[in-house]
């Protein structure tokens, strides 16, 4: 397993924002493939990066709240892989892996000097951040109502505490259940359930009435 | 997984959830996105972008040891002066502890006891011992005595020694001040609070001399204690049996003695 903040992973896991190869089968990617990326192939690389990169920086962004933060984020988290190449476990789905480095990045992030200044003048407001959401519906209408509520919850997101947040990112927006999170951020299964269980009360707090 | 039907039921919860589940699908700049990925390819990829992160300040774990250094620094600086060996004279050796000196080795002797300790004077040795400021020992042949650290400068004022045996003359200096002296033999407990005084055991009783000052006296056996004034000594046999008399020329003397060997070093 690559790098030190890699984590078990476990073939079961099924990670959204991820693109899995088209066809019947397992969903990971081929052996083949991961064989290649170890060796560092130009090829094999774009792959693997076609395939997770969405993964990432959708974690990111929901994480950060912000666009150029959660790309500096998703560079970090392909060139600690390209680093780690080598230490690529083929017979393993790469997504926790992937999960797990691309949190700690976001927690290194928020634990930095760096995102505190970066907080104080970035507004979720920011016309970026709708260019960054797009719901794909066409009536303008429901595009409106819907970029207010994701600018609402997103706000609010941003508001909770940094395990908080996590929990519910990783919960609600990748779709990991309690026992992939707990794995994912080290702690005890009834921890994430639980912290979980806080970190939706925390949001109902902020967004009561508001939704 | 399904997790609304774990957490909250209520319209609220259900609304919050649907909200964050209802979320839309970031999407990376295409620019960015197809730059990321040539550099990923290439392995031209940058040094990390994101700041390593600060350690944070733990005051959970730094008060308990900044406490404990205080502590610390506190009980050291409390501490009141080691004994020093003023003089060792004489044929014999002196015990302290399990360790024998004799009278030649006054650093190791001084160094033996520092802090205090067991002292047996062994043969017809006389010794003189003084914390500096504090107090004056001078023990003389045969005498057993459990000796104390000096009074701390702050706290743990209150200092106890014990003679089983032999003669041992106190005197106290400038820092004594405040401190308080018990000394205690099998019949009698001195109590003296800045003074020069002698406790004097033999076979027959115990003998407290004042030369300077007032101490009290409590025989072991129960009773009052009795304040014995300047000048004047209190005789306790072993049947229990008590009276207050005038000193006696030698052990005025012998107190006279230690004044003059350790008056400066007392600071009197």
Redesign the interface.
């Known amino acids: 397993m690559p790098e030190s903040d890699s984590t078990s992973q476990s073939p079961a896991w099924s990670v959204?924002?991820v693109k899995r190869p088209e066809g019947p089968g397992d969903a990971r990617p081929e052996r083949a493939l991961l064989e290649r990326v170890r060796a560092?192939d130009?090829?094999a690389?774009?792959e693997f990066?076609?395939q997770y990169?969405?993964l990432v920086?959708?974690l990111a962004?929901?994480m950060l709240g912000e666009?150029v933060l959660?790309?500096?984020?998703?560079?970090?988290v392909?060139?600690k892989?390209?680093r780690a190449a080598d230490r690529l476990d083929p017979s393993r789905d790469p997504a926790p892996w992937l999960v797990t480095i691309t949190t700690n990045?976001c927690?290194?992030?928020?634990?930095?000097?760096?995102w505190r200044m970066r907080r104080r003048a970035a507004d979720v407001d920011d016309p970026a951040t709708a260019a960054?959401?797009?719901?794909?519906r066409d009536d303008p209408e429901q595009d409106v109502l819907?970029s207010e509520?994701?600018r609402?919850?997103?706000a609010a997101?941003l508001e909770l505490p940094e395990p908080l947040r996590t929990s519910?990112v990783l919960?609600?927006?990748q779709?990991l259940?309690?026992r992939q999170v707990a794995e994912v951020l080290h702690i005890a299964h009834d921890a994430a359930?639980k912290r979980?269980?806080r970190a939706?009360?925390a949001?109902?707090q902020k967004?009561?009435g508001r939704? | 997984?399904s997790?609304a039907d774990?957490?909250?039921t209520d319209p609220?919860?259900r609304?919050?959830?649907d909200?964050?589940?209802?979320?839309?699908?970031?999407?990376?700049?295409a620019t960015?996105?197809a730059r990321?990925?040539q550099?990923?390819?290439?392995?031209r990829?940058?040094p990390?972008?994101?700041?390593?992160?600060?350690v944070?300040w733990r005051p959970a774990l730094w008060l308990p040891v900044a406490a404990g250094l205080v502590v610390v620094a506190g009980l050291f600086a409390n501490r009141g002066p080691d004994w020093r060996v003023v003089s060792a004279h004489g044929e014999g050796r002196v015990r302290v502890g399990a360790a024998s000196f004799a009278p030649e080795e006054r650093e190791k002797l001084a160094a033996a006891l520092r802090r205090g300790g067991e002292l047996g004077i062994e043969g017809a040795v006389t010794l003189d011992l003084v914390a500096p400021g504090a107090m004056a020992v001078t023990l003389g042949p045969g005498t057993q005595l459990a000796l104390p650290a000096s009074p701390g400068r702050w706290w743990s004022r209150a200092v106890r020694a014990r003679v089983r045996a032999g003669d041992a003359y106190f005197t106290t200096g400038r820092a004594f001040h405040g401190a308080r002296l018990s000394v205690s033999t099998p019949e009698v407990d001195v109590l003296a609070v800045g003074t020069a005084f002698a406790v004097l055991r033999h076979e027959d009783g115990s003998c407290v001399c004042v030369m300077e000052g007032r101490v009290s006296v409590a025989k072991r056996s129960g009773g009052e204690a009795v304040d014995v004034p300047e000048g004047m000594r209190r005789v306790v046999s072993v049947s229990g049996e008590a009276e207050t008399l005038p000193i006696l020329e030698d052990s005025r003397h012998r107190l006279h003695q230690q004044r003059s060997s350790a008056g400066r070093t007392l600071d009197r």
């Open positions: 959204a924002g560092r130009p090829e690389l774009g990066y076609e990169v969405e920086f959708g962004w929901r666009r959660a790309e500096d984020v998703t560079s970090d392909f060139l892989v390209h990045a927690r290194d992030l928020w634990r930095s000097g760096a960054v959401l797009s719901t794909g819907a509520r994701e609402l919850v997103q997101l519910i919960h609600d927006y779709g259940d309690h359930r979980y269980s939706l009360t949001l109902e967004l009561r939704l | 997984m997790h774990e957490h909250g609220g919860s609304a919050i959830r909200a964050v589940g209802a979320r839309s699908h970031p999407r990376l700049d960015f996105r990321l990925k550099d990923f390819m290439s392995g990829l940058g990390l972008r994101v700041p390593a992160p600060r944070p």
